[in-house]
């Protein structure tokens, strides 16, 4: 798998962990984008 | 959109153009979240390493962001604001734990131990998942599983602590690490909200499966 592929997957990932808590140590929850709003 | 969001949108969409528009806007917020999450790793050991505190400000972190993970919590309006807020206080919290450390007794640690256990397993049961404005949580398979999720990082996180005291006696380890519970405890629930003047979206009817 190419890098940007690996970079790509890692960026997605981190979008879609990330729903709850935005940053582990900081307070900060930007508005979620549209793909993410599902609730599921 | 804030600087930080603006600048991995551009990153995302120059090295990704044969992406679709969904999976750009993802990966973008993707990217700024690692920005934030790194950016606050950064300042909180500059600036603890300025007072003498770092490996306890980021132990402090840690712990937070392990149960923050699952159990939500108030968030700041502004990355800047965020990267503050989180310097701050677990900057502060290491700070306060050295202090600590030198002037009680060990008992008094694992009597806290004991109380944080017990306090903290009913307000995550009551609050978490704590929801917020920009993702108030309403899916009630989603709320149950991240209230379970929310249990055990807390039961692990306090677990590594006991362990840590009783083994390791690195009490300055233990009581940053437990002050760090305390506070992501405390952002869950309505009166941490209220006090930085948030909304609270209140999510702890999962019996009912309402959201208010």
Not at chain 2, 42 to 56: D, F, R, W
Not at chain 2, 146 to 170: R, T
Request: glycine share 8%; net charge positive; charged share 20%.
């Amino acid at each position: 798998m190419k890098v940007k592929e690996v970079v790509a997957k890692l960026l997605k990932r981190s979008a879609e962990k990330n729903v709850v808590a935005a940053c582990g140590a900081g307070n900060y929850q930007p508005e979620l984008p549209k793909a993410l709003k599902e609730d599921k | 959109m804030d600087k930080l969001g603006l600048l991995s949108n551009k990153v995302v969409t120059y090295y990704y153009k044969d992406y679709s528009d969904d999976e750009q806007e993802i990966m973008g917020y993707g990217l700024r979240m690692i920005l934030v999450t790194v950016i606050d790793l950064i300042a909180i050991v500059i600036v603890g390493l300025m007072v003498g505190v770092p490996e306890l400000a980021v132990t402090a972190a840690i712990s937070i962001g392990i149960i923050r993970r699952f159990s939500g919590g108030f968030h700041a309006s502004t990355y800047v604001r965020c990267a503050l807020l989180g310097t701050v206080v677990c900057v502060g919290l290491g700070l306060l734990a050295n202090y600590l450390v030198m002037s009680i007794n060990r008992g008094v640690i694992f009597i806290l131990l004991w109380l944080v256990l017990m306090i903290g397993a009913i307000l995550i049961y009551s609050y978490a998942p704590a929801g917020v404005k920009e993702k108030p949580l309403t899916a009630l398979p989603k709320r149950v599983r991240l209230k379970i999720s929310s249990f055990i990082a807390f039961f692990i996180v306090l677990l590594i602590d006991f362990s840590l005291y009783l083994m390791l006696e690195v009490d300055s380890y233990v009581l940053s690490s437990l002050f760090g519970v305390v506070w992501q405890i405390f952002t869950i629930t309505p009166l941490a909200y209220k006090l930085f003047n948030k909304e609270y979206i209140r999510v702890d009817s999962i019996r009912k499966g309402v959201s208010r």
